[in-house]
Nanobody, 121 residues
Framework: QVQLVESGGGLVQAGGSLRLSCAASGRTFTSYEMGWFRQAPGNEREFVAAITWSGSSTYYADSVKGRFIISRDNAKNTVYLQMNSLKPEDTAVYSC??????????????WGQGTQVTVSS
C-alpha cells in the first residue's frame, strides 16, 4: 500500500509558476513509476506527466510540454511538478498517482486526493 499526499496548489495569475509536491509513504517509493493527472470541472481526467522510478525518463502531455517539469527525490519519497508559464486552461485539480508511466489513468494503482490549481487571466 502506498499513501500519496499532494500539496502546493493555489491561485496564481497567468504566466506565473507553481510547484506541486506529492509525498509518498508506505511501501518502497523508489520501486514505483509516478504520474500526474489533472481534472477540470466537466472534463475527463487528463494525463499531465510521468517519470520512471530512477527519474531517468520523463513523459509529458503535448499541452504542457516545455512548460511543466516532473522530477522526483527518492531520498525524500517525493515527486514534484514544476509548472511554469501557467495558463487559465491549466486550472484543474491535480493528482499524483503511482504504478505506471502510462497516459491512461486506469493503469495506475495508487492515487492522492488532489490539490486545486487555479490560474486567473
Amino acid at each position: 500500500q502506498v499513501q500519496l499526499v499532494e500539496s502546493g496548489g493555489g491561485l496564481v495569475q497567468a504566466g506565473g509558476s507553481l510547484r506541486l509536491s506529492c509525498a509518498a509513504s508506505g511501501r518502497t517509493f523508489t520501486s514505483y513509476e509516478m504520474g500526474w493527472f489533472r481534472q477540470a470541472p466537466g472534463n475527463e481526467r487528463e494525463f499531465v506527466a510521468a517519470i520512471t522510478w530512477s527519474g531517468s525518463s520523463t513523459y509529458y502531455a503535448d499541452s504542457v510540454k516545455g512548460r511543466f517539469i516532473i522530477s522526483r527525490d527518492n531520498a525524500k519519497n517525493t515527486v514534484y511538478l514544476q509548472m511554469n508559464s501557467l495558463k487559465p486552461e491549466d486550472t484543474a485539480v491535480y493528482s499524483c498517482a503511482a504504478g505506471s508511466t502510462s497516459t491512461n489513468w486506469y493503469d495506475y494503482r495508487y492515487w492522492g486526493q488532489g490539490t486545486q490549481v487555479t490560474v486567473s487571466s
